[in-house]
């Protein structure tokens, strides 16, 4: 299994590469961002 903390990683670089508007959502955008890369890396 991928490392947590690799996968919390990923999540905050592909959130700060979106465009400023959909980043301004914050937290909760990054929050589903990392469930849907460890729902899809789980398989």
């Given at each position: 299994?991928?490392d947590?903390?690799?996968?919390?990683?990923?999540?905050?670089?592909?959130?700060?590469?979106?465009p400023?508007g959909?980043?301004?959502?914050?937290?909760d955008?990054e929050?589903?961002?990392?469930?849907t890369?460890?729902?899809?890396?789980?398989?």
């Amino acid at each position: 299994m991928i490392d947590p903390k690799k996968i919390e990683q990923i999540a905050r670089q592909v959130h700060e590469s979106m465009p400023k508007g959909i980043r301004e959502f914050g937290e909760d955008v990054e929050k589903k961002i990392r469930q849907t890369l460890q729902a899809q890396l789980t398989r």
